[in-house]
């Protein structure tokens, strides 16, 4: 069965800085690759996704994440994070046995 | 979370109880999904419908049924609830049977005591 990590549990980081949250999955069969955002008592929201092609994908509120095959990764990158970015985020995975594999959540605290 | 609505929003039952949640669409949507969160495990997919009358189990399927007579209403019963089952519940929807589509409920917080 396919695996997702999330290696941070919690990140920390002060307003204005950059921040990196990290993914891993187990298998390196054909993927699509999924970052969610869910804000306090919501729903989860599409951040991102890589289907194909470049491996630099863009979303929503200046989130970047870059797939790399060779590492079986998928970091999510802000290059200058807001109060508004506190979250928990979650990194998933869907493959060709067309199920979501989702990681345990990366809770990330903007301070002032 | 437009066009996908879950009831209630929070619950508190007893051991042993039956408990029913409730996922309501207005997108028409073919297929409709019911996930737990819980600390450290991140979702976990219950059970999933392709269509109406049409469910199959998921991940964590044991301890709940669903039901699907509308294309709107997707329901997710705990027959005798447990401690166990105190989580998160959260409803997707999706038109089609691809990862991309995916559009989350706010959620149920369901506790058993």
């Known amino acids: 069965a396919q695996s997702v990590t999330q290696l941070d549990s919690q990140v920390p980081v002060f307003e204005e800085a950059p921040v990196e949250l990290r993914c891993n999955y187990s298998s390196s069969v054909s993927v699509y690759l999924f970052w969610y955002v869910q804000y306090p008592n919501q729903g989860l929201q599409l951040l991102l996704k890589?289907?194909?092609?470049?491996?630099l994908v863009k979303g929503i509120n200046g989130f970047e994440a870059e797939f790399n095959k060779s590492q079986t990764s998928f970091h999510l990158r802000k290059p200058s994070v807001h109060i508004s970015d506190t979250a928990e985020y979650f990194c998933?995975?869907?493959?060709?046995?067309?199920?979501?594999?989702f990681g345990t959540g990366t809770s990330l605290t903007v301070i002032p | 979370d437009a066009g996908i609505t879950q009831s209630p929003r929070h619950k508190v039952t007893e051991t042993g109880t039956p408990v029913t949640l409730r996922c309501h669409q207005t997108?028409?949507?073919?297929?409709m999904y019911w996930y737990r969160q819980d600390p450290g495990h991140g979702l976990r997919l219950i059970h999933y419908s392709y269509g109406v009358k049409d469910t199959d189990k998921g991940e964590v399927s044991d301890g709940y049924s669903v039901s699907r007579s509308k294309t709107e209403d997707f329901l997710l019963t705990l027959e005798s609830a447990t401690s166990s089952q105190t989580s998160v519940y959260f409803c997707?929807?999706?038109?089609?049977?691809?990862?991309?589509?995916?559009?989350f409920g706010s959620g149920t917080r369901l506790t058993v005591v």
């Open positions: 997108e028409n949507h073919r297929y």
């Open positions: 998933a995975v869907w493959n060709t046995g067309n199920q979501f594999y």
């Open positions: 890589y289907l194909s092609g470049s491996t």
């Open positions: 997707a929807i999706s038109e089609s049977f691809r990862a991309e589509g995916y559009t």
